[in-house]
């Protein structure tokens, strides 16, 4: 009945996600004698309803994270004044959407690493709009993924911290994720309008056979602490029947979208993402210029 429901109203996957939700927040009040829990249960089907209305962000109210059983593999805090070469590597160098990928936008300093986006007249692929990419040389499958950051404060560009596999994008490969996905354990949409939220994504192809195109699961738009301001945590909890998505080591959100999770080690990725040409136009060439700010990188597993 459930599932003729949400065929029958288009339902995407985080509305399914809030409605169910909201069951729960309801069937939860009638099983608790504390007032104070009561109020904030209130609370967030409040902010629950606005979201399916309006669209809004949602405050991160799951489990905290346990990291129990788990043991650190990857720690980069970004020290010294140089990318470590024996860990990472620039992603992507030359065109990219709107302009180009250059090793010259990636630098450490302050015990960070600075990813800039801006406009160059003698850039290394010729005058245009650039940004950069880094990735892990090691390919890693399943386990926790943590960043702590300070997301870009811009229009038009926007930070990312994502796992890829292979050619996600073609179902032959990708088998409805099974074979490989895309998980963006977040992506800060400041050019959407809302500098307070970030989104969790899954991208993958081939869900239930479809054989064209490839399947987009947007799980949710959650708030962060003054994102572009101050350093948040971004985490992902990638195990062998899900993915659980944190900020700040709260639960967000957590899917098993597709026809299962990866099965295959998948690239880290920490990048400034640059948009279309169409959605540069205005902007200062002279004066324009944003940064995203890493303070570490960890990854651990079981």
């Known amino acids: 009945m459930w599932d003729k429901i949400i065929e029958v109203l288009h339902l995407s996957i985080r ?124 390919r890693y499958k399943q386990g926790y993924f943590e960043i702590k950051c300070i997301c870009n404060d811009s229009d038009g560009y926007w930070s990312a911290f994502w796992i890829q596999a292979d050619s996600p994008y073609t179902a032959s490969v990708s088998k409805g994720g099974v074979g490989g996905a895309e998980l963006d354990i977040f992506e800060s949409y400041c050019y959407d309008g809302d500098k307070y939220a970030v989104t969790n994504t899954v991208h993958c192809a081939g869900v239930d056979g479809e054989p064209e195109g490839f399947q987009s699961a947007l799980l949710g738009k959650f708030k962060g602490n003054n994102i572009t301001k101050e350093y948040n945590t971004y985490g992902l909890e990638w195990t062998e029947d899900e993915y659980i998505f944190y900020i700040n080591g709260v639960e967000t959100v957590r899917s098993s979208f597709g026809n299962g999770v990866s099965q295959v080690a998948e690239d880290v990725i920490v990048s400034l993402e640059i948009p279309d040409v169409s959605e540069l136009e205005g902007f200062d060439k002279e004066t324009f210029k944003t940064e995203f700010i890493v303070d570490y990188v960890k990854i651990y597993q079981k």
């Open 15 to 138: 509305e399914v996600w809030a409605i169910e939700k909201l069951f729960e927040y309801f069937g939860s009040i009638f099983t608790t004698i504390s007032p104070k829990k009561i109020i904030s249960t209130l609370l967030a089907m409040v902010e629950i309803i606005q979201m399916l209305i309006l669209g809004t962000p949602l405050t991160p109210r799951g489990q905290e994270l346990d990291l129990a059983g788990y043991s650190l593999v990857v720690y980069d805090e970004f020290e010294g004044d140089t990318l470590d070469s024996d860990i990472w590597e620039t992603r992507g160098n030359g065109p990219r959407r709107g302009g180009y990928n250059a090793d010259s936008q990636v630098e450490v300093k302050d015990g960070n690493l600075v990813i800039t986006g801006e406009y160059l007249t003698d850039g290394e692929y010729g005058e245009g709009w650039y940004t950069a990419a880094v990735k892990l040389k090691e």
